[in-house]
C-alpha cells in the first residue's frame, strides 16, 4: 500500500457532485471549522425533510412517486390487488399511508423516496450513528445533503476517519451486509508491526472463536512498519482494534482509505459528495 493513498488529494472547494451552490451546499455541506472543532449542526424536524408526514400519504401518490407508473395508473393497480400495505392487499383509493408502513407493488417492496447515495469523508471526533443523543454524527454532517431517509452502511469509530457511504437502497444494503462492503484502512499502531503477526494475520486470526479473514495486508511504503494497509470486508467497528489488540498492539490511526471502487479523490476531510450513476452501476459487480 502506497502512503499515497491514505492522502486526500481534492480540491479546496471540497464540492463534489451534488454539492450544490445554494446555501451552505457550496461548502460540501459540512459544518465544521477544523478536524476535532465541529459543532453540532441543528437537524431538520421529521415534518420538513420527509413528505410522510404524521396524516401519512395517499397510497396512489406513494405508489407514484416511487416512479412506478402515474396516479392514475396506480389506482388501477391499487383495484386489481397488486397492492399490499404491511402484508395485506389495500383497495382502498384513499388509503393514507402511514411512516415505517411497508408497502409492497407485485410483491416488491417500493420507496417514494428516490434511491439516493452519499460518500462523506468522516472526520475524527464524529460518531457514526442515527441516534440524536450521541453529540455530533455523520448524520449532523450529511444533514443538508437531502431529506431522503439515508442510513451509514457498516461504521467506523468515534476517532477512526475516512470514507463512510450512506443509501436509502435497501436492497444494496442488504447485498452488502450479507456479502461484506471491501475497505481498504491506513492504520497506525504503538509499536512497529512483527512480520510473524503481519503473517498470522494474513492467515487468518480466531476472535471469540470466530474467524477473522482480510483480503489483504501489508506494511505502508516508505513508512515505519508500525504503519500497515489492511484491506478487508467486516462492516463492523471495532473488529480492527480487537485484532491488534489480540497480538498486543494498541490502534493509534485507523483512516478508511477506499471503499470498493470509491476513493477519496477530491473530496477534503469532513466534505461529502453524491454517488455518480458509473460508480451506483459498479456496486452491481460486487
Not at 502512503?3 to 461548502?27: C, H, L, P, V, W
Not at 460518531?127 to 442510513?151: C, F, Q, R
Not at 450479507?178 to 512497529?192: A, C, Q, V
Request: glycine share 8%.
Amino acid at each position: 500500500m502506497s502512503r499515497r493513498d491514505s492522502t486526500s488529494k481534492g480540491n479546496a472547494s471540497g464540492r463534489g457532485e451534488g454539492n450544490s451552490r445554494k446555501g451552505s451546499n457550496a461548502r460540501g455541506n459540512a459544518p465544521f471549522r477544523k478536524e476535532g472543532q465541529y459543532t453540532k449542526a441543528v437537524r431538520p424536524k421529521k415534518a420538513e425533510t420527509s413528505s410522510l408526514k404524521k396524516e401519512g400519504i395517499r397510497l396512489n401518490k406513494y405508489i407514484a412517486n416511487s416512479g412506478i407508473c402515474s396516479r392514475r395508473e396506480a389506482d388501477t393497480y391499487i383495484a386489481t390487488g397488486l397492492v399490499t400495505v404491511n402484508g395485506k392487499v389495500v383497495n382502498e383509493m384513499g388509503y393514507q399511508v402511514q411512516p415505517n408502513e411497508e408497502v409492497k407493488f407485485d410483491g416488491r417492496r417500493i420507496n417514494p423516496e428516490p434511491t439516493t447515495y452519499i460518500l462523506l469523508n468522516k472526520p475524527k471526533s464524529v460518531a457514526t450513528t442515527t441516534s440524536e443523543s450521541k453529540g455530533l454524527t455523520v448524520m449532523d454532517l450529511i444533514s443538508n445533503a437531502t431529506s431522503a431517509k439515508v442510513k451509514p452502511v457498516g461504521r467506523l469509530g468515534r476517532n477512526a476517519t475516512g470514507l463512510l457511504l450512506f443509501t436509502n437502497d435497501d436492497e444494496l444494503m442488504n447485498k452488502l451486509h450479507k456479502k461484506g462492503l471491501p475497505r481498504l484502512f491506513h492504520i497506525e499502531l504503538d509499536k512497529n508491526l512483527k512480520g510473524e503477526h503481519l503473517q498470522k494475520i494474513k492467515e487468518g486470526i480466531k476472535l471469540d472463536g470466530k474467524e477473522i479473514q482480510v483480503d489483504e495486508i501489508s506494511y505502508v511504503e516508505n513508512a515505519p512498519k508500525k504503519e500497515v494497509g489492511l484491506k478487508i470486508k467486516n462492516l463492523g467497528n471495532s473488529i480492527i482494534r480487537d485484532l491488534f489488540e489480540h497480538l498486543g498492539y494498541q490502534v493509534v490511526k485507523v483512516d478508511c482509505v477506499t471503499l470498493a471502487h470509491l476513493t477519496k479523490k477530491d473530496l477534503p476531510r469532513g466534505r461529502w459528495r453524491m454517488l455518480t450513476n458509473e460508480e451506483i452501476n459498479l456496486f452491481s459487480m460486487l
